[in-house]
């Protein structure tokens, strides 16, 4: 009896590790879901500084960050854009107090958004943030 149940058992192992269906995925045509994120700025930076917004961002290549905001003083100059992963930061400059510009990704990476005070002054920076 013993015997039995183990040939029956090795049987049932048997037939269940070779019978599991497989299926290939491949490459959708569907465009993939893109989780856009928008957030509020309330950042006060002082005088030639760098504050980044958020942490790292994975963006594809043509994807935008549309910065909306108001800064104070307005005769400031001040760097809206991201850093990429070599350091480099690539930036709309304003002059006039306000911002609302899209700033397009130019290759797949992980990126910070960043805003630069270029000015002897802190300035205040509100409005929001897209991505």
Same mark, same amino acid.
């Given at each position: 009896?013993?015997?039995?149940?183990?040939?029956?058992?090795?049987? /049932?192992?048997?037939?269940?590790?070779?019978?599991?269906?497989?299926?290939? /995925?491949?490459?959708?045509? %569907?465009?993939?879901? /893109?989780?856009?994120?928008?957030?509020?700025?309330?950042?006060?930076?002082?005088?030639?500084?760098?504050?980044?917004?958020?942490?790292?961002?994975?963006? +594809?290549?043509?994807?935008?960050?549309?910065?909306?905001? @108001?800064?104070?003083?307005?005769? &400031?100059? @001040? #760097?809206?854009?991201?850093?990429? &992963? #070599?350091?480099?930061?690539?930036? @709309?400059?304003?002059?006039?107090?306000?911002?609302?510009?899209?700033?397009?990704?130019?290759?797949?990476?992980?990126?910070?958004? %960043?805003?630069?005070?270029? +000015?002897?002054?802190?300035?205040?920076?509100?409005?929001?943030?897209?991505?």
């Amino acid at each position: 009896m013993k015997r039995l149940w183990s040939v029956l058992l090795a049987c /049932v192992l048997t037939v269940s590790c070779t019978v599991l269906p497989a299926n290939a /995925v491949g490459p959708s045509d %569907a465009p993939p879901a /893109v989780s856009r994120v928008s957030g509020q700025l309330n950042h006060t930076i002082s005088a030639n500084n760098i504050t980044y917004v958020g942490g790292k961002i994975f963006l +594809d290549r043509g994807e935008g960050i549309t910065y909306t905001c @108001v800064y104070t003083p307005k005769s &400031a100059s @001040v #760097d809206f854009g991201y850093v990429d &992963a #070599d350091g480099v930061f690539h930036k @709309v400059n304003c002059t006039n107090g306000s911002i609302d510009e899209t700033i397009e990704i130019e290759e797949l990476g992980q990126y910070r958004l %960043a805003i630069r005070n270029n +000015d002897s002054r802190a300035v205040t920076v509100t409005g929001t943030v897209k991505y």
